[in-house]
């Protein structure tokens, strides 16, 4: 008996021990004189978010013994690896020129520290778990020196923290070098140098709820936040413009067709091409385990972007809030397994009574596989780079035993509820023994054209949406507005809806049964569209390298693949409800 509680306890102590520890506002409060915690995290290039490298992998100045910070799986995943450093605050006590270490530079860390200020080379720290920012040196061209055989590199020896408190609490914090304390770094040479920095204390009003909200006023400009509303208001018109204009006339020309179907006209009937597939529009889809298994990923993917929307309008997520979306990721995702195993069983035993394990399988593995090896590709080029994004060992145990004792149990356990829950697909009309021709179809009627149709409108309607989420994956730009990300998520399903039922209204009209997997594809077309754009973006950045490169398109490879199942998913759903409701409409006439 104690073996199985041990057993059943384990997968959900493994689940906690993903959590973000969270500090409450009694942690956060000091008295004069207590050390407030400080750690360096991660140096790398400004132009380069994602690729990033560990503090001391630039020759500063470290401490005897390298302690690294306990974090979370998040914080693992995002790159960050805090760790002890030399420099001391004490919470209220300023500091004047107080001597952080003597450092003896032989040529190649002096060509270090400039190969890093040529390619704007930043670092992180987190005091107090505030983050804040500062560069390694500066750059001073040709035209301003006075020799004029520049440029010259200067590495930044002096500091100055500038913290704001109020009452026993932090606020805020800034690093700020003196551009007039440096040392020259042009020639490969060894140097002496001393690093020093200044401590200074001011009190402020802001409250300590409030400390956070500086990280999303530092990229919201006035103006580009009006820009950026208009442009989100013009797209909620135009699509539910268009969706209104779409609906209305094919309702009108659906009204149409049932009452030339129902007056049993002749000419009038052989307009009406739809009605003669009620014998082979419900035949069983072609490679039926995969269709099932695309509706079980994407019902997933889509409950993980509902619960991703709800966190973030609850304040659990918040702009460096170290690890926790990536952790939420994680959670989240092998939770929702169960969801995955119900949906793609259910639909499955529908219309077959066995082989449902099939299609629960291939759901586990159909966006969760590409995930796994594009990871694993993207893992040994930043092993090979030495960079922070390349996950330890231990961390990739911890994820295959949480993935092993829980999401495929939880996957399990869906499939064969589904399974038992399980209802006779119930079809308005019999299907025939075999499948009626299908008509010569032009271009633009074929997959193709349809699916360039159905992507391109969504896409035209969430594109200025899609830049700013961009600008916050893969720059320094923060998007802090939820709502406006989840309104724009809302209209993309209903354009994806709205575009889907059409498609396959006219797709029937034309005689043409096979519509299952069109719609999938369809539905998805507009991932396709996303991806395009991913490309564009990143020729207009200034991104380069190929850690970077590999990072930017690995990742939106595949947070478009998941927009793909989701969307596919959507789309096969709405077509499905409205196929039925029509031959229903067909047979009550």
């Known amino acids: 008996m104690g073996s199985m509680i041990s057993q059943l306890v384990l997968p959900f102590h493994l689940l906690l021990m993903l959590g973000v520890s969270l500090a409450s506002l009694h942690d956060h409060r000091y008295n004069i004189g207590d050390e407030v915690p400080l750690f360096v995290n991660k140096v790398g290039p400004l132009n380069n978010p994602s690729e990033t490298y560990q503090y001391y992998y630039l020759p500063f100045c470290q401490p005897g013994e390298l302690l690294l910070e306990k974090e979370s799986l998040g914080e693992v995943l995002n790159g960050d690896r805090l760790t002890n450093t030399l420099y001391q605050l004490k919470f209220g006590v300023e500091k004047d020129g107080v001597v952080l270490c003597h450092k003896k530079f032989d040529q190649n860390d002096v060509s270090k520290f400039r190969a890093a200020i040529i390619k704007d080379y930043y670092y992180q720290m987190y005091f107090d778990d505030l983050p804040f920012w500062g560069f390694v040196g500066k750059i001073e061209d040709e035209l301003w020196t006075l020799n004029g055989k520049g440029p010259k590199y200067f590495l930044f020896k002096h500091v100055q923290f500038d913290v704001l408190y109020n009452g026993n609490q932090v606020i805020e914090i800034h690093a700020l070098s003196d551009p007039n304390n440096v040392v020259d770094i042009t020639e490969d ?28 006023r530092a990229s919201a400009k006035p103006v580009n936040h ?21 609906a209305v006339s094919m309702m009108q020309r659906l009204k149409n067709d049932l009452r030339k179907w129902s007056s049993g006209d002749e000419e009038e009937d052989k307009e009406v091409g739809w009605k003669y597939l009620h014998g082979d529009v419900f035949r069983c889809p072609p490679n ?4 099932c298994a695309v509706i079980g990923a994407g019902t997933q993917l889509l409950t993980l972007f509902c619960c991703l929307f709800i966190l973030a309008f609850l304040g659990v997520l918040y702009p460096y809030n170290r690890g926790t979306l990536l952790t939420s990721l994680v959670i989240i995702y092998t939770l929702t397994s169960a969801v995955a195993g119900y949906s793609s069983a259910s639909f499955y035993s529908q219309f077959i009574e066995t082989g449902w394990e099939r299609s629960v399988t291939f759901s586990a593995v159909l966006f969760l596989g590409p995930f796994l090896l594009m990871q694993f590709f993207l893992n040994s080029v ?22 092993t004792l829980i999401a495929i149990p939880l996957l399990a356990l869906g499939g064969i509820i589904g399974y ?10 019999a299907t025939k023994k075999c499948a009626r021709e299908i ?11 349809q699916m360039f149709l159905a992507g391109l409108l969504p896409f035209s309607a969430i594109v200025v949406e899609l830049h700013q989420l961009y600008s916050t994956l893969w720059g320094y730009k923060i998007s802090t507005l939820p709502g406006i990300l989840f309104f724009m998520f809302i209209i993309l399903i209903l354009l994806t809806v709205t575009l889907s039922i059409g498609l396959t209204y006219i797709q029937l009209t034309v005689e043409d049964h096979e519509w299952w997997w069109r719609s999938i594809f369809r539905g998805g077309s507009t991932a396709i569209f996303m991806f395009a754009y991913s490309i564009y973006f990143y020729c207009k950045s200034n991104m380069s390298g190929v850690l970077q490169t590999t990072i930017f398109f690995v990742y939106n490879t595949c947070i478009c693949y998941a927009f793909f199942l989701t969307l596919g ?13 029509i031959y229903h409409a067909v047979k009550s006439e």
């Open 189 to 216: 040479i060894d140097l002496n140098v001393t690093f020093t920095y200044n401590v200074r204390w001011n009190e402020t009003s802001i409250p300590f709820k409030n400390r956070m909200a500086r990280y999303s």
């Open 226 to 246: 009006q820009v950026h509303w208009f442009s989100i208001i013009n797209s909620i018109v135009i699509s539910v413009l268009l969706m209104t204009f779409f």
């Open 288 to 291: 039926m385990p995969l269709l």
């Open 382 to 403: 930043a092993v090979s780079f030495g960079a922070t994004l390349a996950i330890p060992f231990g961390t990739i145990l911890v994820i295959i035993l949480v993935y």
């Open 420 to 429: 038992r829950r399980r209802s006779e697909f119930q079809a308005p009309s």
């Open 439 to 449: 008509p010569s179809l032009a271009w633009y009627r074929k997959t193709p054209g």
């Open 569 to 581: 998913t959507i789309s096969l759903r709405a077509s499905l409800m409205f196929t039925r409701h």
